[in-house]
Structures are given as structure tokens and as C-alpha cells.
């Protein structure tokens, strides 16, 4: 049973930059795992961010970004600001399937 | 407009069955892979389902393979998911996501499905 990994809570100032971070029991995320990321606020449907490890959605902020960090998947949010609070989560793609990771709370505070 | 749409879902018994609906529109449906997803009460996001776009390929969630069953009508612009032998921990909004490339971009707004005697 293949699981992911995210941090179940980061807490961030306004204006700051954090990064969240997706980690496979499997060994490395690498580029062929397709690391997709969404955002969720209470209440509503998530939202896709990220596609393809890096790739942005046309309405997608310009402070969030995403690469591959050492052997995890991570998204970057630089110039925090008060509606980034929400519950973000990756998509990772094992050859067949998709696993989501258990997802980061985030807080601006 | 780009929309999806979930219906079907509702109150059922444990050992029920229900079947989703997804109706799609703005955008060539037989184009995209598409996906399952679903959300308990309070909990994250898990994937449940997927298949491709002339249904020769479909897998699923170890979770609830056996007992759900995905299938689309791409004459009709959806996306199907045959729920049987439902339990109490399939209590959840599903949702259905429309893939290409793996990219995952469009969600509909969810349907609440309740498997409570």
C-alpha cells in the first residue's frame, strides 16, 4: 500500500514564504510521478495549482510555485497572503493510479 | 463554460448500492481521462477511481475494488461510478475530476453520499 506523505500543519506569517512538502513510501518523487497540487478551503471543492510537477494552471497565483526538493515534491508559497489559508494536498501518479497525500493545513497567522 | 456535474448520491443502507453521475460540458469529454474522488467527513482527499478515454483501461482504489464499478458514455458526455456493498466508511462527497496528460484540472462540486441504517 503505497502512502504519501505531506506535513499536517504549517503555520506561516503574513507576507512570509513556506514551503509544503510530498514524500513517497515508495523511495524518490521524481518528474514521471506527475506530482499535482490543489488547494481546498472550508466548505468548498479543491482547486488545482500545480500540474506536471511545475506547471501552472492560467489562474493560478503568481506566489505559488512548485519543483522536485532533494527526493520529495514541494510547493512553494513566496509573499504569503491571508486566503493562501487552506488545506493543500498533492497527487501523485504510481503507473496507473493516483494517490493523494494526507494533506498540510495551512495558517496564516 | 467547462462544467462538471455529479449527481445520484443520497442516503443508502450498509450493503446498498447507488450509482453516480457525472455530466460533463464545455470541452471534448471523449478527449480526457477521467477520475473518482472522494472525501469523508472531516478527512482528506482519496482518489477512488479512473479511466481512460474508450474505457479499455479502468483501475481503482484498493478500497473499494471489487465493489465499485467506473464506466463512462462518451455519446452522452458521462462518467458513471456503480457503487455496490456499500459501507459506512464509503460516507463521503464524491467527486469527479477531469485528467489529461495528468493534469487534473476541473472538479465538479461534489455529491454527498450517506451508507447509514
Known amino acids: 500500500q503505497t502512502v504519501v506523505t505531506q506535513e499536517p500543519s504549517l503555520t506561516v506569517s503574513p507576507g512570509g514564504t513556506v514551503t509544503l512538502t510530498c514524500t513517497s513510501s515508495?523511495?524518490?518523487?521524481?518528474?514521471?510521478?506527475?506530482p499535482n497540487w490543489f488547494q481546498q478551503k472550508p466548505g468548498q471543492t479543491p482547486r488545482a495549482l500545480i500540474y506536471n510537477t511545475n506547471n501552472k494552471h492560467s489562474w493560478t497565483p503568481a506566489r505559488f510555485s512548485a519543483s522536485l526538493l532533494g527526493d520529495k515534491a514541494a510547493l512553494t508559497l513566496s509573499g504569503v497572503q491571508p486566503e493562501d489559508e487552506a488545506d493543500y494536498y498533492c497527487?501523485?501518479?504510481?503507473?496507473?493510479?493516483?494517490?493523494f497525500g494526507g494533506g498540510t493545513k495551512l495558517t496564516v497567522l | 463554460e467547462v462544467q462538471l456535474v455529479e449527481s445520484g448520491g443520497g442516503l443508502v443502507k450498509p450493503g446498498g448500492s447507488l450509482r453516480l453521475s457525472c455530466a460533463a460540458s464545455?470541452?471534448?469529454?471523449?478527449?480526457?481521462?477521467m477520475n473518482w474522488v472522494r472525501q469523508a467527513p472531516g478527512k482528506g482527499l482519496e482518489w477512488v477511481s479512473i479511466?481512460?478515454?474508450?474505457?479499455?483501461?479502468?483501475r481503482y482504489a484498493d478500497s473499494v475494488k471489487g465493489r465499485f464499478t467506473i464506466s463512462r458514455d462518451n455519446a452522452k458526455n458521462s462518467l458513471y461510478l456503480q457503487m455496490d456493498g456499500l459501507r459506512a466508511d464509503d460516507t463521503a462527497v464524491y467527486y469527479c475530476g477531469r485528467d489529461k496528460d495528468w493534469n487534473i484540472d476541473i472538479w465538479g462540486q461534489g455529491t454527498l453520499v450517506t451508507v447509514s441504517s
Open positions: 515508495t523511495g524518490a518523487v521524481t518528474g514521471g510521478f506527475h
Open positions: 497527487l501523485v501518479y504510481y503507473g496507473g493510479h493516483w494517490v
Open positions: 464545455g470541452f471534448t469529454f471523449s478527449s480526457y481521462v
Open positions: 479511466i481512460n478515454f474508450d474505457s479499455t483501461y479502468m
